[in-house]
């Protein structure tokens, strides 16, 4: 696709449920990261990928959260026994990371646990 | 200290009128700026780049002061659709690593 693309956009799930996020970055793009908003907040940096760098991971929250990106393309958050403060829009972004450095979003995926 | 630090407003400002405000970068080895735009629920969209030497496009000029390590962004005539939030980002070339400033809500007013 022409854009980054996340899916599902809108995740309703139970507390102490799995939930996996996913992300398709760019073609070509070898940088990736997921962040967190909640509700008239800032971004919240959760993790950067960058080619076949170990990626960096100091934002995740605890260690129910992790991600993976395979094969240096689509990437998966998972969040594992949800919380309610685990509620918020999950964005993905990617760019190429030389040169120019901008950053195309994804829409989001909206998570809310009940 | 935050990495980026960014007035967070909100700036409520009249149609017409002119509104700037700035973002400071506590990296001196910060090497690319950019200002995005972030409308309510959504995601946020590049709104332009920040050249050593400034920039302009249309209403929007963009400056980058490295001495003072601030960057800032004008919006001249501004519009009701300019209601936003602003964020400023800045990397270093060295990991390409985006930091984010937590943004700048405007609100332009009739």
């Known amino acids: 696709g022409a854009g980054v693309s996340q899916s599902p956009s809108n995740k309703v799930t139970e507390k102490g449920k799995d939930v996996e996020l996913r992300c398709d970055p760019i073609s070509g793009h070898t940088a990736l990261y997921w962040y967190r908003q909640s509700l008239g907040q800032g971004l919240e940096f959760l993790i950067y990928?960058?080619?076949?760098?170990?990626?960096?991971k100091s934002g995740l929250p605890s260690d129910r959260f992790s991600a993976e990106r395979t094969g240096g393309s689509v990437s998966t958050l998972t969040i594992q026994r949800t919380q309610q403060e685990d509620s918020a829009v999950y964005l993905c972004a990617s760019s190429l990371a030389v040169g120019v450095t901008e950053a195309f979003f994804g829409q989001g995926t909206r998570l809310t646990v009940v | 200290r935050k990495e980026v630090e960014q007035d967070p407003g909100p700036f409520n400002v009249p149609e017409g009128a002119t509104v700037a405000f700035n973002c400071t970068y506590s990296n001196s080895a910060s090497q690319s700026f950019f200002w995005y735009r972030q409308d309510c629920r959504k995601e946020p969209k590049l709104l332009m780049s920040v050249y050593s030497s400034g920039n302009e496009d249309g209403r929007f000029t963009a400056q980058l002061n490295r001495a003072s390590q601030y960057i800032s962004l004008l919006i001249r005539d501004s519009k009701l659709s300019d209601s936003a939030t602003y964020l400023c980002v800045v990397t270093m070339d060295s990991n390409y690593q985006l930091i984010w400033g937590a943004g700048t809500k405007l609100i332009i007013k009739p």
């Open positions: 990928f960058q080619g076949n760098s170990a990626p960096d």
